[in-house]
């Protein structure tokens, strides 16, 4: 009976272990252009697209510049950087991370903060 009832807990601890696991879920967290995105495009994408920094190319330096071309960011990181138009020009490729920063941030919709 003893035995019996050390299976029965010990089930119980495995099943409750397993319905903890499903029942909370890896939380979605939001990209934000603030958060995530500027200081991103701050370190790769400097000084060309940084007015401040003496950039005359696109301005990502603000929300409104790097929204406009969120669709397009992603393009250009993710090309081979043999092709023509790949980003950031003349330097290594994003990581995966960082390219699935720009992803997700595209996929959330854009959001500023
Ligand atoms: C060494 C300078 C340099 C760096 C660094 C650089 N770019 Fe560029 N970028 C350019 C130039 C020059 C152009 C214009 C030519 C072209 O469109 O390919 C451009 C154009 C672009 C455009 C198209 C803008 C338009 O007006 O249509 C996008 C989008 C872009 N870059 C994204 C990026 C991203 C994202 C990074 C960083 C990960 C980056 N670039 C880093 C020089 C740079």
Redesign the pocket.
Known sequence: MKNFASVLILILIIGFAACSKKSNPAKVKSITYSGDILP??QA??????MPSKGGN??N?ENYEGAKK?GA??L???IKNPTDR?F?????PK?SEDEIAL?RKWNEQGLLEK
């Open positions: 991103l495009l790769k994408c400097s000084p060309c697209h190319k696109a990502f071309y397009e960011l393009a250009r990181v138009g980003m950031p020009k003349m330097n994003l720009i």
